[in-house]
T-cell receptor
Framework: AQSVAQPEDQVNVAEGNPLTVKCTYS??????LFWYVQYPNRGLQFLLK??????LVKGSYGFEAEFNKSQTSFHLKKPSALVSDSALYFC???????????FGKGTRLSVIA | GAVVSQHPSRVICKSGTSVKIECRSL??????MFWYRQFPKQSLMLMAT?????????EQGVEKDKFLINHASLTLSTLTVTSAHPEDSSFYIC???????????FGPGTRLTVT
């Protein structure tokens, strides 16, 4: 069975500072990993994914994530946070094919001006 | 890009009535769509996998007779909440796989309130 853990319910960061949102995963086989962002009363927006290749994945809005196989982690990062980055962030994993995503519980990011 | 729409975005209904939510893939065909439910400040819980032309696959604990799913075409899946009760009030989100893409594309969600 696949699972994803997001150990932090809330992350607070000052505007302009780097941010990290943590995610660890558990899968059998190769992981397909994703980050999504959700703004209030909205659906999910895709940020980035890791399928294969370079461990550092760059995505939308200046976000990036690093796949670390030995630590089974896929942390989301951004060098300089914006107030507009404040939202709910979900890490997810899926298997190959038309299979559903399995989500972490989500981490609420607050960027303070 | 790949756009998924949902209608309605918000609905209020009385207890005992049925509500239909539509999920459409606007610029691609989706043989598989997924329906999720999200409670306030919680993660998304998969309810069912909707397959075009065949019966939906429901997750354990989801009542298939209460949450009717129909995937009649490659661009449309519907979720009907039958005999709705206040505990069915939630945020319902659909997603779709586009052929050749690993990521899923999500609709904007439907806020259902049952009074």
């Amino acid at each position: 069975a696949q699972s994803v853990a997001q150990p932090e319910d809330q992350v607070n960061v000052a505007e302009g500072n780097p941010l990290t949102v943590k995610c660890t995963y558990s899968v059998s086989g190769n992981p397909y990993l994703f980050w999504y962002v959700q703004y209030p009363n909205r659906g999910l927006q895709f940020l980035l994914k890791y399928i294969t290749g370079d461990n550092l994945v760059k995505g939308s809005y200046g976000f990036e994530a690093e796949f670390n196989k030995s630590q089974t982690s896929f942390h989301l990062k951004k060098p300089s946070a914006l107030v507009s980055d404040s939202a709910l962030y979900f890490c997810a994993v899926k298997a190959l094919g038309n299979t559903p995503l399995v989500f972490g519980k989500g981490t609420r990011l607050s960027v303070i001006a | 890009g790949a756009v998924v729409s949902q209608h309605p975005s918000r609905v209020i209904c009385k207890s005992g009535t049925s509500v239909k939510i539509e999920c459409r893939s606007l610029d691609f065909q989706a043989t598989t769509m997924f329906w999720y439910r999200q409670f306030p400040k919680q993660s998304l819980m998969l309810m069912a996998t909707s397959n075009e032309g065949s019966k939906a696959t429901y997750e354990q604990g989801v009542e298939k007779d209460k949450f009717l799913i129909n995937h009649a075409s490659l661009t449309l899946s519907t979720l009907t909440v039958t005999s709705a009760h206040p505990e069915d009030s939630s945020f319902y989100i659909c997603s779709a796989n586009r052929q050749g893409a690993y990521e899923q594309y999500f609709g904007p969600g439907t806020r259902l309130t049952v009074t």
